[in-house]
């Protein structure tokens, strides 16, 4: 890695739309108009940013109901946790596991390992790159089946409607939760992973 | 590399991007702080909506489950039960209520809960929809402010609502009878309220019972309404017959109570909030008129008073104008007898006219019991006096008679007595009742027995004849009648229309008849010819021969 030249070293930055090679001071890509950057703009201050608000929101997700469901005039609203506890208590622990894992394994594991890319970048840390840069690849990839949760909510609400007999209405924690993911694919999408390799020059 | 891509105008740009870059870099901490503010703001709405906890005692927690039951008013949640436990000494459960903060005027003194689950009774049924929701805490409050968080709840729902449209009035009763909380108010028939509560006085010698009347039939509550208890059939039996009474078939079971202004010109003034009336026990006694203040008086009874009960009436000339309220034994020792010490109360008012009249004769006097003795004194001179007599000649009931004996004997009246004591006789059954035995000793002195005896003896003899008659006479007298029967068999044959008897006869009526013409003609002869007598018959002269010799042929 060290043997071949650094962008930066030859005063060179790649359009982040065309590919295009441009001189380092050019603002915009002559080719697409593109503004042109060596790094994202920002990425750390972006990517806590987001990251910080996924962790707010988080709380309320986990705190307030998800879904009220009521069954024979007898409602009750359920939380994550507790639709999860509910699913173990009453056998069914495969599809506890899974809601866990989507909903509580999955945010986590994300915040944390977000969380530890970004003080690692920030501080140029050397240790463990290769291991950091499969980290990210895979927040991203796992990023998009946190939203498991709320096609969940979405699909049974929008099934279970048999007014008297039983019914399932979205509560306001499942908007959390969503906005929770969203934000947490905001702050994956605006950290720069080129950031883990700066540093590298010493 | 630069050289062949720079251009002039490129310049400006970097510097405005830079510039733009700053300022949207401080921008994007704006997420955070939305999501932030977002988060503060729940918390502090949730402060905020944060109502009152208050805690709410039950007998059981029968249907009530931590962080579902919730608490409704008119079927809105104001609150949810956030923990049940046991009291310490487990007589009730405690339930703890999380109010919302809207329902924090349900916190207060004069709030009411209780439990809304299925309830089945005799004035209907209630709370079905909780029968798949589940039971939940009901909850009505009322005007007071003062701050409150431990309560009682109530066994049974409240029959009225805070803020129903109506009025409360209060009635005063001498018993509850079958009604209860719920039980219904009857106008003409129709339901116009219910029975929202009762309670017994604090001496216990009366009931006061709450009652609700919806509008808009508040406007007929009068202050000359009356009110009565419903309950139950009221049976009739007077001169015009047999009379079944109802207000509806549910107070029949369930009880019900029933108001009405008495017809006549009444004062019409709509009752007040809370006006007080009496529950009278019947519709006759509910529109009779009031009876006032009761006078209290004694009589002394020397004979049995067996059929005489508390609650008897007293009356005068036809008219219940009291009752008797006790009946105590009392021992002579002059006399070593028993009196019968009865306690009346007579209300001066059912005398009506005529005692207001006396009431204006008699002196007033502070004393009331002085100015009832003044009254009665010159009655008693005049033969008023007191008689148990009999009711009803089945059950032996007695009502205390007051009347007018001229020919009474005369008794001493003590007008300072206290209580008045009024002179009684006996009553005319008493006396009946001496002749009764009077007669039974006449009976009992016949000698049944002795008749009896004699009687046997008699019936014996009587037999003895009686078998003589049967083997002797009767034999003889069945051949009597059948030597009868054969004289009047021949005396039948003889006179038949084909018997000789017969025919004789009529040829002997014949001859006779034949004799009596010859006669006749003799006779016209002789009065032609007397002389013939004497010279007999001349000779005939020839053409009339043949007479002549009729006549001749017939003379010998």
Redesign the interface.
Known sequence: MTTAPRARELGLTGCHTCGLVCAIEHAQCPRCGSHLHPRKPDSLARSWAFLIAALILYIPSNVLPVMYTSMLGRGEASTILHGVVEFWKSGSWDIALLIFIASVAVPSTKFLVLATLLVSARRQSSWARLQRARLYRFIELIGYWSMLDVVVVALVCALVQFHLLGTAEPRAGIVFFGLVVVLTMFAAMSFDPRLIWDGDEE | ??DE???PP?TP??VS?TRR?RW??GL??L??A???L??IG?VIHNWASEGPVIEISFITAEGLEAG?TQVKYKEVVIGLVDSIRLAGDNTHVVVRVNLSKDAAGFATADARYWVVRPRFGTSGVSGI?TL???AYIGADNGESHEVKKRFVGLERPPAVIHGSPGKRFSLAASDIGSLDVGSPVYYRRIQVGRLASYELDKDGRQMHVDIFVDAPYDRFVTVSSRFWNASGVDLNLDASGLKLNTQSLATVVAGGIAFQTPPGPRDATLAAEGAQFTLFDDIQTAFAPPDGEPDYMQMRFEQSLRGLSVGSQVDFRGIIVGKVVSIQLDYDVDKQGFPLIVGVVIYPQRFGRAGEKIAQLAPMGNDENMRLAHLIEPMVARGLRAQARTGNLLTGQLYIALDFLPNAPKVAFDPAARPVELPTTPGSFDRLQEQMTGLVNKIDRIPLEAIGKRLDSTIAQLDKILRQVNEATLPQFNATLAGAQGTFGSAQKAIATDAPLQQNLAQTLAEMQRAARSLRVLTDYLGIHPESLLRGKPADPAPRAAPEQDVKGNKP
């Open positions: 590399m630069s891509d720079s251009t490129a740009p970097p991007v870059r949207s870099a994007i901490w997420v955070p939305v999501a932030a977002i988060g729940m579902k929809g798949l929701s589940g």
